[in-house]
């Protein structure tokens, strides 16, 4: 700053101006220059333009340094309200759409997940999946506009192979049929961390439809799944004041007639005790799902 100290400026004015222009220095990076340009002219006017001095009261005195602080004080709000203008905005680099559609934010823990979210690219709405069972072939079609969360954690599960060779493991008829967690030998298996409960998404547990099995807490579901062969109400979200009331999440439906025959004669079977739930649910003899295939994703 003392480089920019010129001949007829004041120290009082000249510590101001210091003050000033450091505080505003960081900002603007031209107003140092500014206020250079501001106290040449000054000095310049003052210089070729007063009249020869004369004695008076206003010659050196007070007033005539105040008047030269006001003067300079004025000049630079100028130059600050000239230079305030801010710089145009950088324009934002412009994203291209994520391919993975992201849920929409609601009321409560979760939110209201994927109620008008777009799919993602090459991906369609409603997968096909191909069960082929000790008992025959069964079509399942999927939601994935509704349950996106649940439909790409089974989808997972049954591209990896995890679903191969494994048993139903309850069956109660007319009511519901549930696999995906036992081995053909009864061993359970290891799974993938649980997936976030979709049963507000407005799908009911009616016969024929798909959902997810799970535990007391609301947002266990891992690999175990059920088809509903009845209506059964009792398993539709109601709310989240209590983890019952969350229900069960329904993700696809059977697809045809043959399918759901298949499976209402799977769950005829005898059946015997359940150990773990104490429960006549278990069947008495394997039945098996041999292979699934994902027909179209």
Same mark, same amino acid.
């Given at each position: ?184 030998? @009864? ?64 993700? @696809? ?45």
């Amino acid at each position: 700053m003392e480089g920019w100290r010129l001949k007829g400026c004041s120290r009082f004015q000249y510590s101001v101006i210091s003050e000033i222009a450091r505080e505003f220095e960081p900002k603007r990076g031209s107003f140092v220059e500014s206020i250079r340009c501001i106290l040449s002219l000054r000095h310049k006017m003052e210089t070729d333009m007063r009249p020869e001095p004369t004695p008076s009261f206003f010659h050196d005195g007070p007033i005539r340094s105040a008047f030269r602080l006001a003067f300079s004080m004025i000049l630079i709000g100028i130059v600050m309200a000239g230079c305030s203008e801010s710089p145009p905005p950088t324009p934002k680099s412009e994203t291209a759409p994520s391919s993975v559609a992201a849920t929409r934010k609601g009321p409560g823990t979760w939110g209201d997940l994927w109620k008008e979210t777009p799919m993602a690219a090459g991906k369609s709405e409603t997968p096909i999946v191909r069960l082929v069972t000790s008992e025959g072939v069964v079509t399942l079609e999927l939601n994935r506009r509704k349950a996106p969360l649940t439909v790409e954690n089974f989808l997972v599960y049954a591209k990896s192979g995890f679903y191969d060779g494994t048993r139903f493991h309850r069956a109660e008829r007319g009511l519901r049929l549930d696999a995906g967690r036992f081995d053909r030998d @009864g061993k359970e298996l290891a799974v993938r961390a649980p997936v976030r409960c979709e049963s507000d998404n407005g799908l009911l547990n009616t016969r024929g439809t798909l959902a997810m099995a799970r535990r007391a807490e609301p947002h266990s579901a891992t690999s175990s799944f059920f088809v509903n062969l009845g209506e059964q109400p009792s398993l539709d979200y109601r709310g989240r004041t209590r983890p019952e009331d969350w229900g069960n999440c329904v993700f @696809g439906r059977v697809k045809d007639a043959a399918s759901l025959a298949i499976l209402d004669q799977l769950a005829a079977v005898p059946v015997v005790q359940d150990p773990s739930t104490g429960r006549a649910t278990a069947p008495a003899q394997a039945l098996l799902i041999v292979s699934v295939e994902v027909v179209a994703e």
